[in-house]
T-cell receptor
Framework: AQSVTQPDIHITVSEGASLELRCNYS??????LFWYVQSPGQGLQLLLK????DTLVQGIKGFEAEFKRSQSSFNLRKPSVHWSDAAEYFC?????????????WGLGTSLAVNP | GAGVSQSPSNKVTEKGKDVELRCDPI?????LYWYRQSLGQGLEFLIY????????KSGLPSDRFSAERTGGSVSTLTIQRTQQEDSAVYLC????????????FGQGTRLTVV
């Protein structure tokens, strides 16, 4: 069955440190891949997405993500975290088979940033 | 409208009452999703509408939950005989329905069943 896994439920980093949030999916072909952020009291906002082409994609707020087909992963990275990055991060996958366009979501990773 | 609009933003209801939650998607978006997010939890898929196709209701937790989408636009999620475990934020999202289209989310309706 199609699935998305975010192995880390909660991560704490110090401000200025680098960040990597993991996302793995289970699917037989290349999916469409998304990262969303949900800041406290805010709605879900798209950070970046991957459809095809260059496997390293740039997003808003200094985030990037790399699609690795061999590992079925789409990990989110940021070189230097800011206190305002504290939020919940969700990975989502869209499968391009047939008429099913439904997005499948990971359970999210909660990021805390220490000053 | 410019974005996905949900109403009400907050709803407090007594156990056993019925509630209706409304979602106005972005104009022209053919796909519409309902999700539930309990405190500290991820996104729980409820139902998915895509154009004129039969909706995917596989995520509805019980027969107390139903949803409809009129005219391919506005959607209403109805919860009958509400229970305390129904308390959550209910999120609506829409997309253009094209392959790989991103979903745009509303601000959600916070439902509290007392």
């Amino acid at each position: 069955a199609q699935s998305v896994t975010q192995p880390d439920i909660h991560i704490t980093v110090s401000e200025g440190a680098s960040l990597e949030l993991r996302c793995n999916y289970s699917y037989g072909a290349t999916p469409y891949l998304f990262w969303y952020v949900q800041s406290p009291g805010q709605g879900l906002q798209l950070l970046l997405k991957y459809f095809s082409g260059d496997t390293l994609v740039q997003g808003i707020k200094g985030f990037e993500a790399e699609f690795k087909r061999s590992q079925s992963s789409f990990n989110l990275r940021k070189p230097s975290v800011h206190w305002s990055d504290a939020a919940e991060y969700f990975c989502a996958v869209g499968f391009n088979a047939g008429n099913n366009r439904k997005l499948i979501w990971g359970l999210g990773t909660s990021l805390a940033v220490n000053p | 409208g410019a974005g996905v609009s949900q109403s009400p933003s907050n709803k407090v209801t007594e156990k056993g009452k019925d509630v209706e939650l409304r979602c106005d998607p972005i104009s022209g978006h053919t796909a519409l999703y309902w999700y539930r997010q309990s405190l500290g939890q991820g996104l729980e898929f409820l139902i998915y509408f895509q154009g004129n196709s039969a909706p995917d209701k596989s995520g509805l937790p019980s027969d107390r939950f139903s949803a409809e989408r009129t005219g391919g636009s506005v959607s209403t999620l109805t919860i009958q005989r509400t229970q305390q475990e129904d308390s959550a934020v209910y999120l609506c999202a829409s997309s253009s329905g094209s392959r790989g289209a991103e979903a745009f989310f509303g601000q959600g309706t916070r439902l509290t069943v007392v």
